[in-house]
């Protein structure tokens, strides 16, 4: 299929077509559906405590080594799955670790290579609208729950199980290379969330991963179909996916945003620091190179670049560890291609200052009018108190032949990895247990 079509808005609303000839539906006010008819509409102002919701709404699961993670959701027709209260018991901690109060996704902004088409599938296309049922076969050793979709109703979507993850860690505990020792080892399993929502031709599927050793992960993964209105790349836009040199699928980028807020040990304020590491090459009398790290706290709002050596972490003010050690959460991004071509795609992270309703990256709603729209405007200086975190991740989408026909699934995310959320790795066997600090020098 071969079609041209000239501008944005005709593209635009050929695309919302197919998506309202997909699921059948009508689309009409916007509204948002929540735990037991709560329709939390907004992040709530109440810091994370062990989930509290009613059972529909509610995740819990123990995985590996013990860990329990428990957490609330609800749906709203914009960011689809809004996870709630998110807490992490590992084995040994006599209460659940408060972690998030909220997270979800905050915008997908998808531009065309031509300047032609430019497309919101949060705010503009309302992805959360057209979420798709699930099969048993599609969420295996799981169980599917039933969201109350506005103005559709109930649909099975949202997939509820575990997977296998491979080495949760080995040791070998012999100083010889014999393997003889004593093997510590254990397969990891991670409790895994998702749900399918189609934005026309397209499909994402939205999955977080939660493992028994405290790392969050959320992942995008593209799949469905390429746009059949986007069959005209120009030169150096496109890429032949028909024979020859024939229908040129246009590139485009899909820029996804993710909104975090944090509720480390059940208080929503929090400090964000920002790490950097300089290496030194050896000087000319030889020698190794040198490695210096530093923090830089970020006291202010932050719109932050990814660096190779930079890293940030959000700290708790409420707890700490049985070392002493403040709890944390570092921010992992996942490989990213930054697009740079709105003031809001041009940043890898921003830290802000928590406003009720700044809740999307970008064509924010819910905020009175006249008040700014994207995230970029909301970082400008204020003192972080209760920092949201906000994470984009780019993909430039060169097609290919091979994303036809369905396209294979491309993925983009990031993780929250622990840092001092426990004193050890929660997954250590008793044996070892003897050796926080000290690990034997083998002598
Ligand atoms: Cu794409």
Redesign the pocket.
């Known amino acids: 299929m071969h079609v041209s079509h000239g501008n944005r808005l005709s593209r635009a609303r050929a695309r919302v077509g197919a998506a309202l000839a997909v699921t059948a539906l009508l689309c009409a006010g916007i509204a948002a559906a929540g735990p037991a008819g709560a329709a939390p509409k907004a992040a709530p102002k109440a810091p994370a405590a062990p989930a509290d919701c009613s059972a529909a709404y509610k995740i819990e699961q123990t995985v590996d080594g013990g860990t329990t993670w428990r957490m609330c959701w609800h749906y709203n027709t914009y960011s689809g799955l809004i996870l709630d209260k998110v807490s992490y018991q590992p084995k040994g901690e006599a209460k659940p670790i408060p972690v998030l109060t909220t997270a979800r996704l905050a915008q997908i902004h998808?531009p065309y290579d031509d300047g032609q088409a430019e497309f919101d599938d949060i705010t503009g296309v309302e992805i959360g609208r057209y979420l798709q049922q699930l099969k048993t076969s599609e969420c295996p050793g799981g169980t599917i729950k039933t969201v109350k979709v506005p103005d559709r109703g109930n649909v099975p979507g949202l997939c509820v199980t575990t997977r296998a993850r491979g080495h949760a860690y080995r040791l070998n505990n012999d100083e010889s290379t014999s393997g003889n020792g004593k093997v510590y080892t254990a397969q990891g399993k991670d409790l895994l969330v998702y749900t399918v929502n189609k934005a026309s031709w397209?499909e994402y599927i939205t999955e977080w991963r939660f493992s028994s050793d405290g790392t969050i992960t959320s992942n995008v993964g593209?799949t469905g179909s390429?746009s059949p209105y986007d069959f005209d790349g120009g030169d150096n836009r496109g890429w032949p996916i028909g024979k020859g040199d024939q229908a040129k699928a246009e590139s485009?980028s899909?820029n996804v945003f993710w909104r975090l807020n944090f509720g480390l040990d059940g208080s929503p304020k929090a400090k964000v620091e920002q790490y950097d590491s300089k290496v030194t090459p050896p000087g000319t009398g030889g020698g190794s190179p040198t490695t210096k790290t530093t923090r830089t706290p970020v006291t202010k709002e932050l719109m932050g670049d990814r660096k190779d050596m930079r890293w940030w972490r959000v700290v708790s003010t409420a707890g700490k560890n049985k070392d002493g050690h403040p709890r944390s959460y570092e921010i992992v991004p996942g490989a990213s291609q930054k697009h740079a071509g709105r003031p809001y795609t041009k940043h890898d992270v921003y830290f802000t200052q928590y406003k009720k309703c700044e809740q999307y990256a970008s064509h924010n709603i819910g905020c009175p009018d006249g008040y700014p729209k994207s995230v970029d405007q909301w970082s400008n200086g204020e003192t972080l108190k209760h920092p949201i975190s906000w994470v984009n991740i780019g993909?430039h989408?060169i097609?290919r032949d091979e994303d036809q026909q369905p396209?294979p699934v491309?993925w983009q995310g990031f993780s929250l990895a622990p840092r001092d959320v426990t004193a050890m790795s929660p997954l250590t066997p008793g044996d070892l247990a003897g050796q926080n600090g000290r690990p034997p020098n083998g002598s």
């Open positions: 998808v397209y593209a390429l485009h899909h993909y989408h097609a396209m491309h």
